[in-house]
Nanobody, 121 residues
Framework: QVQLVESGGGLVQPGGSLRLSCAAS????????MGWYRQAAGKQRELVAR???????NYAESVKGRFTISRDDAKNMVYLQMNSLKAEDTAVYYC???????????????WGQGTQVTVSS
């Protein structure tokens, strides 16, 4: 059974920074991709940043230049460094990942439980 656990959310003032972490546990052979999504109150869940095989990354336009995604494949972890935070970044942030979980190529795709980020003065 694979699990994703996020941490690092909290309350921060506008202009501040936070670093989110997502740790994956379970039988993982390799990582296809890991990333972050967010869902603000009353809105649909949206992609924030994603890193796939070959270190290909993509970011939402609204976070480019402010957020940076990184991965530590040896630890099965993904991080999101968020700088210059704005009130509109307030949301629940979810880790999402796809892993190869067996030598025959079977994959697992799932979500973490989410971590709240609130940007407010």
């Amino acid at each position: 059974q694979v699990q994703l656990v996020e941490s690092g959310g909290g309350l921060v003032q506008p202009g501040g920074s936070l670093r989110l972490s997502c740790a994956a546990s379970g039988r993982i052979v390799s990582i296809n991709d890991m990333g972050w999504y967010r869902q603000a109150a009353g809105k649909q869940r949206e992609l924030v940043a994603r890193m796939s095989t070959g270190d290909n990354t993509n970011y939402a336009e609204s976070v480019k230049g402010r957020f940076t995604i990184s991965r530590d494949d040896a630890k099965n972890m993904v991080y999101l460094q968020m700088n210059s935070l704005k009130a509109e970044d307030t949301a629940v942030y979810y880790c999402n990942a796809e892993f190869v979980i067996s030598m025959d190529g079977a994959t697992w795709h799932g979500w973490g439980q989410g971590t709240q980020v609130t940007v407010s003065s």
